[in-house]
């Protein structure tokens, strides 16, 4: 177990300095320090030297160690479910390096949520002024879906499926939330709509209602 030295600091000490006081700290450690030269002759191994394998065990071999020193790791082997919809929404910009190869055919898509890598879009599904004025889609959003993400790379190629429409609006934003989680708002079909009540304004008739429950 770890030795705690209390050491005594008064003015004295202060004359002498820093260096009076390491060595009286030195001095204490030393005094607790066990006798290996005392201990080697009460065991009748004086003269001997210790060698590689005498020592004790190591310390950085994980299976020496308590378990609840250890940081439990696993590996992913099969993907059971897919549950992110892989669509995102965030802005285009230019690449940084303009000699790159990859400037002439990619744009960056910057996800709002950082959670979500960001994405390499070819030029052909931005807007066809989007490389001549970038600056006019800073505040555009845009819906990326994502279709690879290579091991050896930071960034995932996706492919741009819509314009939303300026940042900060409420049309927009919301349209981007649903389409992140996959919930479909589109019109509903001629045959859905068919079973609704089609003399307007409807009421619940009161057969109806007594065999309903009340939430209301």
Known sequence: PDVIIEAQFDDNDAEHGQDH?????SDDIKKLSPDTSEKGK???????????QDDGPKVNDPRLLPDEFLQRTAKVVYILEKKHSRAATGFIKLLADRNSELFKRCAMFSP???????????????????VT??????????ICRIVDWKEDSNFATGQLCKSLGQA???????????????????????????CLPQNLPWVISPEELAKRRDLR
Do not use: N, W
């Open 168 to 194: 900060g609006e409420i049309e927009p934003e919301t349209e981007g939330i649903l389409t992140e989680y996959g919930v479909d708002f589109s019109d509903f079909s001629p045959e859905a709509l068919e």
């Open 42 to 52: 009460a065991a009748g191994i004086s003269g001997m030297h210790r060698t590689k």
């Open 21 to 25: 006081l390491q060595d009286m700290l």
């Open 112 to 130: 709002v949520d950082h959670r979500v890598p960001r994405v390499y879009v070819p030029l052909a599904d931005c807007p066809p002024d989007f």
């Open 133 to 142: 004025r970038p600056e006019g889609y800073s505040q555009k959003l845009f």
